[in-house]
């Protein structure tokens, strides 16, 4: 994409706040961080965050670090490790160093929990879950005490030091932060900070039967790394104020210019679910064929789909960065990627529905070849030769009987043109026993090769078409939106707002020179839409193609 190769990225609120802390010596080099939870596959709101957080390092010549935020090891798994690094890097990113693991830090937090039980500013507490739940109160009336708020600093030691060694069953108790029961804020009423939990994690094994909270780990993570601006979604605004008293009250992180958290909005998709539980849900019932299936809004099922980094991070560039809530157009995500490879993908013919045209005055023995550039505007793309005979299919769709003028294809008694090849023209169909058409015998005008539909001789339409011994059999998967609701979040099951219609499957033909398309580079399918091979299903001898997006937006 040619305005994207020389990337400017626009200014937005986050940028200027950077702007001015280099302006005032505040920082004198940016250091963010992109942390994903290693619980799911990366989906196009992660793609937001990548861009914005990858994106400032690059143009501010700063770091960007990628951290797995790994403190839930039972729904983590290494896959996803996996997978969200070649996303990341897919998308055209390098993270600063070695992947970090909030797991790297697990003997820093645990002295760090200590530091504040020595403190009196930690409690290990026996209340059960449902207890905890009636002692934190509700957002209209204040919480209580927890009857093991003030034990002594020595005994609460003592029984986090039992709780490492495994000296209390899951759920018996926790570590909880001594803050305020009485605060606004739900996070600041005596918050969770380590709880038990005898599960194997994917980085530190067996070493710990204790994990920390999500909340303890992300503040002090960033700090550790010396992260100047630690950027994240507006939901957690409120526990901004958790993070600034977890480092306010260790003596490690008093310098002035510690990591500090800036909000942004999440982007939230029409038509699209962005919640990593609830794409595993479609996953783990079959409702689509995985996380990288194509119609995913994941960067995964947006790669086999079809899209290029280059329209992603397009995208994630005309959204913004702003703190106002909204759901984005589809049409938006569709315009990138159409933008993308109307100008760069290679040109080919495929007949997604044919039917047969036999041209009754081509008698020669043998199959003529004629030129085709592979991209309208790029010559440097080169010619492909395509065979053509006797036999061709079209798609059924480019036949009628009879028409009115509106029809600028072929109709009985007319005249067509064949893209890159000939003027035919009908005489005579033959139908099956429903009525449908199977074939049309067509005459061709051999005076007419090449030459431009506009000029000379008075033809009304172009129809794509292959060449029926030389052509490839190739499945195509249409694919539609997912979700019929334009905001399947809302809705109370996904069942409800599930679209029944989101995969049709056809048999078809492809042109010869497309037999080793690969699932890297999509094409346009003249007049038909842009596709590429599918990487999981596609072979020589078994094409299987995939509809990225059709060549106009629909309605
Ligand atoms: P999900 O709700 O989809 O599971 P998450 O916030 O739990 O997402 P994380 O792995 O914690 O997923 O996210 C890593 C980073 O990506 C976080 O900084 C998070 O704020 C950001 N992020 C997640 N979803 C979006 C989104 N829709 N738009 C922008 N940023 C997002
Ligand atoms: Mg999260």
């Known amino acids: 994409m040619s305005h994207v190769d020389n990337e400017v990225r626009p200014s937005n609120f986050i940028r200027n706040i950077i702007d001015e802390d280099l302006a005032s010596g505040k920082h004198t080099s940016v250091h963010t961080r992109f942390p994903p939870e290693p619980n799911g596959y990366l989906h196009i709101g992660h793609a937001k965050s990548i861009c914005l957080n990858f994106g400032i390092a690059e143009d501010y010549k700063g770091q960007c670090n990628l951290r797995f935020d790994d403190t839930n090891p039972e729904k983590e798994d ?7 690094q070649e996303d990341v890097k897919w998308l055209g990113f390098q993270w600063d160093g070695e992947v970090r693991y909030s797991s790297n830090y697990f003997d820093e937090l645990y002295g760090y929990a200590v530091e504040l039980i020595n403190k009196g500013l930690a409690y290990v507490c026996f209340l059960n879950a449902e207890e905890t739940r009636e002692y934190r109160g509700t957002l209209k009336e204040p919480g209580r005490n927890s009857p093991y708020r003030d034990t002594s600093p020595e005994e609460n030691l003592a029984l986090f030091e039992k709780m490492r060694d495994g000296g209390f069953k899951e759920g018996e108790c926790v570590l909880r932060a001594k803050i305020d029961m009485a605060s ?18 994917h980085q530190t094994g067996d070493k710990w039967c204790i994990y920390p909270m999500y909340d303890f780990t992300h503040c002090i993570s960033d700090a550790l790394e010396n992260i100047t601006h630690s950027l994240c979604t507006l939901e957690f605004q409120d526990n901004r104020r958790l993070y600034d008293w977890v ?31 609830k ?97 309208p505007n790029l010559e ?19 036949f009628r009987e009879e028409a009115n003028k509106q029809y600028k294809r072929l109709v009985l008694g007319k005249e067509v043109r064949l893209r890159n090849a000939y003027v035919i023209r009908a005489e005579r169909c033959e139908k099956d026993a429903e009525g449908n058409v199977t074939t049309v015998y067509c005459t061709y005008d051999p005076e007419t090769l090449g030459q431009n539909p506009s000029d000379g001789r008075k033809v009304k339409g172009v129809i794509h078409w292959v060449e029926a011994t030389t052509a490839l059999p190739a499945e195509f998967r249409l694919y539609d939106r997912l979700f019929i ?43 038909e839409g842009y596709f590429c091979a599918d990487s999981k299903d596609s072979a020589p001898g078994k094409l299987v193609f995939n509809l990225t997006v059709a060549l106009r937006e629909s309605f």
């Open 78 to 84: 290494i896959d996803y490790v996996n997978s969200i």
């Open 184 to 201: 606004p804020f739900m996070c600041m009423r005596d918050p969770v900070i380590y709880r038990v939990k005898f599960a194997h994690h």
């Open 247 to 277: 480092l306010d009250n260790l003596n490690d992180f008093q310098a002035p210019n510690r990591t500090r958290q800036y909000e942004f909005s999440r982007l939230n998709l029409e038509y699209t679910l962005m919640s990593k539980r």
């Open 279 to 375: 794409l595993n849900d479609l996953v783990v019932r079959g409702l689509v064929s995985g996380w990288d299936d194509p119609r995913m809004p994941t960067i995964a099922g947006l790669r086999r789909r079809g899209y290029t980094p280059a329209s992603i991070r397009e995208f994630c560039q005309r959204i913004g960065v702003t703190k106002q809530d909204n759901l984005v157009e589809v049409g938006m995500l569709e315009a990138c990627i159409r933008e993308d490879l109307n100008e760069n993908a290679p040109r080919a013919m495929a007949v997604i529905r044919p039917i047969k045209v036999i041209i009754e005055n081509f008698t020669a023995p043998e199959l003529e070849y004629v030129k085709a550039p592979v991209h």
């Open 380 to 398: 440097e793309m080169g010619e492909r030769e395509l065979a053509f005979g006797r036999e061709i299919y079209i798609d059924a769709a480019d």
């Open 485 to 527: 609701d334009a905001n399947p979040a809302a809705a109370e099951t996904v069942d409800e707002v599930l679209n029944p219609a989101s995969l049709e499957v056809v048999h078809g033909f492809a042109e010869a020179p497309l037999a080793n398309a690969k699932a890297s580079q999509a094409y346009q399918f003249e007049r």
